[in-house]
């Protein structure tokens, strides 16, 4: 059985075993504590009975009138507790959080092209490619820069579905300008 719990900070010593992954980024611990003040609702994680901490999802809200929205920063799964629906799981609620109380337009988030697994997976649940922002993961230094797909989800606000387009893997931005 499966909880769904809010993230707090002495939980960032018990999440090892969800960040040894190559595909899932570890931030400097001041990054997680800036989310835990920011958007303490937006940050949770599933724990199994024994009280150990099997995946988590870190997202914010950002923008400003239709590009209000609900932003996926981190979603991971241990290895030993994939396959079984808790990213699925985690992902509802960030949705259901973003419409009631943040009334967003839609929720995205960033992940490697290459990343087909994940990307695959987001299409599942409705995301579509909006853009593709051309060398937004540089790597460290000496290793090639990869390019990310801005993938978005329209919610129940954003009725003219403005949020999404079609061919969004053609539309190629460079990163600064998606932080405008
Ligand atoms: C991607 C990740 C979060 C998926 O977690 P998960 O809990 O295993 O995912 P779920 O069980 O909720 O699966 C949801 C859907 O994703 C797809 N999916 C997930 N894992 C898959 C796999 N190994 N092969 C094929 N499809 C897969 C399936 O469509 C699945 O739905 P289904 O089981 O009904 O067919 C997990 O593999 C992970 O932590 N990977 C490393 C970090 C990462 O890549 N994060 C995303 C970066 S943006």
Same mark, same amino acid.
């Given at each position: 059985?499966?909880?769904?719990?809010?993230?707090?900070?002495?939980?960032?010593?018990?999440?090892? =075993?969800?960040? %040894?992954?190559?595909?899932?980024?570890?931030?400097?611990?001041?990054?997680?504590?800036?989310?835990?003040?920011?958007?303490?609702?937006?940050?949770?994680?599933?724990?199994?009975?024994?009280?150990?901490?099997?995946? !988590? %999802? *870190?997202?914010?809200?950002?923008?400003?009138?239709?590009?209000?929205?609900?932003? /996926?920063?981190?979603?991971?799964? =241990?290895?030993? !507790?994939?396959?079984?629906?808790? =990213?699925?799981?985690?992902?509802?609620? %960030?949705?259901?959080?973003?419409?009631?109380? !943040?009334? =967003? !337009?839609?929720?995205? %988030?960033?992940?490697?092209?290459?990343?087909?697994?994940?990307?695959? *997976?987001?299409?599942?649940?409705?995301?579509?490619?909006?853009?593709? /922002?051309?060398?937004?993961?540089?790597?460290?230094?000496?290793?090639?820069?990869?390019?990310?797909?801005?993938?978005?989800?329209?919610?129940?606000?954003? /009725?003219?579905?403005?949020?999404?387009?079609?061919?969004?893997?053609?539309?190629? /931005?460079?990163?600064?300008?998606?932080?405008?």
């Amino acid at each position: 059985m499966t909880s769904l719990k809010p993230f707090h900070a002495p939980d960032l010593f018990k999440a090892n =075993a969800v960040n %040894l992954d190559v595909l899932t980024e570890n931030y400097h611990i001041s990054f997680y504590l800036s989310y835990l003040v920011h958007w303490p609702t937006l940050f949770f994680s599933t724990v199994n009975p024994s009280g150990d901490i099997t995946g !988590y %999802l *870190m997202g914010k809200t950002e923008g400003t009138g239709p590009e209000w929205h609900g932003h /996926v920063t981190c979603v991971s799964v =241990a290895a030993n !507790y994939r396959r079984i629906g808790l =990213a699925g799981c985690l992902a509802e609620n %960030l949705e259901r959080r973003s419409e009631d109380p !943040y009334d =967003a !337009y839609f929720i995205d %988030l960033f992940v490697r092209s290459t990343n087909t697994l994940a990307i695959n *997976m987001y299409k599942h649940w409705g995301y579509s490619v909006y853009r593709r /922002v051309v060398d937004y993961y540089t790597g460290d230094p000496g290793m090639k820069s990869e390019d990310a797909f801005d993938m978005r989800k329209p919610l129940k606000r954003d /009725v003219d579905r403005k949020s999404v387009r079609e061919n969004g893997e053609n539309v190629r /931005v460079r990163p600064e300008e998606v932080y405008l």
